[in-house]
């Protein structure tokens, strides 16, 4: 039930009106129970049970899942401190079995662009896989090598994944609209013996021909050995290629029994990069039984996904959030796929879907819905949306505004705002749907994830802090492609020796967790520290902002904090400007100000949409745009150019 649409910040919002035992959580406490548990409903007890018998959770996670193991029976984990800690050793599993059998109907739904669609049964997608599989072990793909993928999110990049996970190879995937280069600077990492390709794409309503990137690419690949090609979302045809390629009609056109090759538990099932903005890309690798116990808990118990459900997450084929879409099919859920701008024509159309596809649990960005609240949408009133259970945001911090927009336009559900990464495919905190929503408040730390906020001098703290997890997570990454260990340890483990330090502010209260932004773009003037996501707040609910980036950066002696601000549709920059120091004074205090606002033709991204803090404070501290960013991977390479121009500009008047 709705409490109040208008409630003030940290005021409950939303209170759970469903039975507990019939949510994820409920079921899940059940379980324990009838496995000889004292334990209660209470999520914070369970929560608390899980973080102080890790290894007693996991093993009985794993069977409420449905996680079959093989292999030898052993411990669940071994002693080693982070990040050397191995998960369930000696035991097998293979993600794509577990996603694949046992369930019947309808496995995904496909919506393009263009309004059309299709349905593929379980039956059908494992056949399909079935066949792609037999096709690649022909080709010569064994375990270990590596599969490709440069793809739209269509239902041939979910047979690609499983296809590759059945037989043990490792899976990698770029979206289409990533440029040559981006491209080459991830996939050349992992020498790989296959590409699946789709040589155009459509986005904003028109078909992108891709085939000279694709020269460039292949030109760039030398241990391809094969290449299939997708066709039927286009009419581009595909270019010459130095290997032999084939169809996807033709790679699938031999009927195949389903074949999984058993594998270790932490054997290589993928590869997530970083965002690439600085420097080469991160291979991100994850393992076959960390990677589904992770997905499976995300989606059963903090997203409280059920048989049945259909789950659409807005998300493009290299984002992370993608892969959490396809594992849906492990709860026995339809993943609903969008190709092409899911905003296209506007932002309406995310709605317009989840009610036709009749969508129970929706994941969006911040970013979404706060554009949402830009406009006169009242999806509750312009929509079907019964079937809407529960509304998912992650990507940066939601907007107090944010949540009071859900409920006052979108109606009856609960709202669980979540923070993870790529890095770990999971989240760290998240929701419960037992618990009650408090406006701009995070519900709760994630099951088996012993998160705390810490301060500089490595010990824990009531306020803001560092995000640190201090127990292992089965889904940490097994390393990073080509990398000795020591890039992995610089970038989790070199602030508190053997405790995981993620690089966002986070905060804690009895209300729930604040999420303040990335500590690595901390502001810091005069002493004081800001959060960016603080400031965020404060001004991207104008009706004259669209979007801001505020970088607060050293320079020699001064430090410089400008507020880049991308205006609304028809907003003066006079009143936008006065608006946004009133805000910025009344929700914060003056000592927030920036130095300068400055108003910009839009704000710049990783491909992903996370907003390009770190590059913009380097261009500003002088640094060479080559040197701040792969422009193949942001989201608008001439805009970066027109912001190294304003950094260019700048120090030509500071000398």
């Not at 992903?608 to 261009?619: A, D, M, N, Q, W």
């Amino acid at each position: 039930m709705i409490v109040d649409a208008r409630a003030a910040d940290g005021e409950v919002i939303w209170e759970p009106g469903t039975a507990v035992a019939d949510t994820g959580i409920g079921r899940f406490a059940g379980f324990l129970r009838a496995q000889g548990m004292e334990i209660g409903q209470d999520y914070d007890e369970i929560w608390q049970w899980s973080v102080d018998n890790p290894e007693t959770f996991w093993e009985l996670f794993a069977q409420f899942a449905g996680v079959e193991f093989g292999g030898s029976q052993g411990p669940v984990c071994t002693p080693d401190a982070m990040p050397h800690t191995r998960w369930f050793p000696g035991r097998t599993v293979n993600f794509a079995r577990h996603l694949l059998e046992g369930h019947d109907g309808t496995a995904l739904i496909a919506v393009a662009e263009d309004g059309s669609r299709e349905e593929v049964s379980w039956d059908a997608l494992r056949r399909e896989v079935a066949s792609l599989a037999k096709h690649l072990r022909e080709a010569g793909v064994g375990p270990g090598d590596r599969v490709v993928a440069v793809l739209p999110n269509v239902a041939e990049a979910v047979a690609g994944l499983l296809a590759a996970a059945s037989i043990g190879a490792v899976w990698s995937i770029c979206a289409p609209e990533f440029g040559a280069g981006a491209i080459v600077s991830r996939f050349a990492q992992l020498d790989p013996k296959v590409v699946i390709a789709a040589p155009s794409y459509g986005l904003g309503g028109k078909e992108r021909d891709r085939r000279e990137e694709f020269r460039e690419i292949f030109a760039q690949l030398p241990t391809v050995e094969h290449v299939i090609w997708v066709t039927r979302h286009g009419s581009t045809p595909p270019v010459e290629t130095p290997v032999p390629a084939v169809s996807w009609e033709q790679a699938v056109a031999a009927p195949a029994e389903p074949v999984y090759h058993d594998v270790e538990f932490s054997h290589p099932l993928w590869v997530l990069f970083s965002s690439g903005t600085t420097g080469i890309p991160k291979g991100i690798v994850h393992g076959h039984g960390g990677a589904l116990l992770e997905e499976m808990k995300m989606l059963l118990i903090h997203s409280d996904l059920r048989p049945g459900d259909r789950y659409y997450n807005v998300a493009s084929t290299s984002w992370v959030l993608w892969n959490s879409l396809i594992s849906a099919l492990g709860v026995g859920a339809t993943a609903v796929l969008v190709d092409g701008n899911p905003t296209f024509p506007s932002v309406d159309r995310v709605w317009q879907v989840t009610a036709a596809e009749n969508v129970a649990v929706l994941g969006v960005s911040a970013g979404f819905v706060h554009a949402c609240a830009k406009t006169d949408l009242v999806p509750k009133s312009d929509h079907d949306l019964s079937a809407l259970r529960s509304l998912q945001v992650t990507g940066s911090p939601l907007s107090p505004d944010g949540y009071r927009w859900v409920y006052g336009n979108v109606g009856d559900i609960w709202l669980s705002s979540m923070s993870g990464g790529t890095d770990i495919a999971s989240v760290f905190v998240g929701g419960s749907p037992t618990l009650p929503v408090r406006v701009g408040y995070i519900q709760v730390p994630a099951l088996g994830v012993r998160v705390e906020a810490w301060d500089d001098g490595g010990s824990p703290t009531t306020g803001k802090g560092e995000l640190v997890v201090t127990q292992p997570m089965p889904s940490m990454p097994l390393q990073f492609w080509g990398d000795d260990g020591s890039r992995y340890h610089d970038s989790y483990f070199s602030t508190y020796p053997g405790v995981w330090r993620h690089g966002d502010y986070i905060e804690f209260s009895w209300r729930g967790i604040l999420i303040h932004g990335r500590s690595d773009s901390t502001l810091n003037r005069n002493g004081l520290r800001l959060g960016s996501a603080d400031i965020y707040a404060a001004v991207e609910t104008l009706p004259e902002v669209a979007e801001a980036l505020v970088i607060g950066a050293e320079l020699g002696t001064e430090y410089y904090m400008p507020l880049f601000v991308k205006l609304s549709d028809g907003a003066d920059p006079a009143a936008a400007e006065a608006a946004i120091v009133k805000s910025i004074r009344d929700s914060l205090s003056a000592r927030y100000l920036p130095d300068e606002i400055v108003f910009m033709r839009a704000i710049p991204h990783t491909r992903t949409g996370k907003k390009l803090e770190v590059p913009v404070k380097r261009l500003l501290q002088g640094a060479a745009l080559d040197d701040v960013a792969d422009l193949g991977a942001v989201d608008d390479p001439e805009l970066l150019e027109e912001y190294a121009q304003f950094a260019l500009g700048r120090h030509a008047v500071a000398n």
